[in-house]
T-cell receptor, first 110, second 111 residues
Framework: GENVEQHPSTLSVQEGDSAVIKCTYSDSASNYFPWYKQELGKRPQLIIDIRSNVGEKKDQRIAVTLNKTAKHFSLHITETQPEDSAVYFCAPLGGNDMRFGAGTRLTVKP | NAGVTQTPKFRILKIGQSMTLQCTQDMNHNYMYWYRQDPGMGLKLIYYSVGAGITDKGEVPNGYNVSRSTTEDFPLRLELAAPSQTSVYFC??????????FGNGTRLTVT
């Protein structure tokens, strides 16, 4: 199965700053790269995803960039707001078993 | 569409008891997954299925069993519950290479 690493494990930023979370994977056959957000006590929900034929995708304040050669992809959040505080998970998919990174706890201080 | 429905929401088991966590989806998704999430930790894949009649082990399958007799249902069976199985269990479904749709989870305590 896929080996997935996320960095950093915790991230604290001031409101309005940017946040970047990096996900490294091992399976060169991976071709689907989602990011999920999980608020306290709730289920994970998709916030953005990218497929292997695209290098970057943006949705308002959120973007994902993919470097297939180096086998990593990153989540970028600009103009952070307190409601962005949550745990973020990457889950690169190569085969059929979707495995998650260990998560990054983002705290946005007002 | 109800999406992914998990029952029960909460359950307390005694050591050695057995139970089945139910999961059903109405989106005609081929792929279904079971994850467990320990407090403050990430999601670990227990079992998954790519279609009716097909199941495969994930990262942490020991102590669990699954079946997939229909596209809609993917129950998770715990035999001989142990305190180490205290966790929140999430069921999810998807199409191929598509986002996971999660249920609301089942909070299980084994004492």
């Amino acid at each position: 199965g896929e080996n997935v690493e996320q960095h950093p494990s915790t991230l604290s930023v001031q409101e309005g700053d940017s946040a970047v979370i990096k996900c490294t994977y091992s399976d060169s056959a991976s071709n689907y790269f989602p990011w999920y957000k999980q608020e306290l006590g709730k289920r994970p929900q998709l916030i953005i995803d990218i497929r292997s034929n695209v290098g970057e995708k943006k949705d308002q304040r959120i973007a994902v960039t993919l470097n297939k050669t180096a086998k990593h992809f990153s989540l970028h959040i600009t103009e952070t707001q307190p409601e962005d505080s949550a745990v973020y998970f990457c889950a690169p998919l190569g085969g059929n078993d979707m495995r998650f990174g260990a998560g990054t706890r983002l705290t946005v201080k007002p | 569409n109800a999406g992914v429905t998990q029952t029960p929401k909460f359950r307390i088991l005694k050591i050695g008891q057995s139970m089945t966590l139910q999961c059903t989806q109405d989106m005609n998704h081929n792929y279904m997954y079971w994850y467990r999430q320990d407090p403050g930790m990430g999601l670990k894949l227990i079992y998954y299925s790519v279609g009716a009649g097909i199941t495969d082990k994930g990262e942490v399958p020991n102590g669990y069993n699954v079946s997939r007799s229909t596209t809609e249902d993917f129950p998770l069976r715990l035999e001989l519950a142990a305190p180490s199985q205290t966790s929140v269990y999430f069921c999810a479904s998807s199409l191929q290479l598509s986002p996971l749709h999660f249920g609301n989870g089942t909070r299980l305590t084994v004492t």
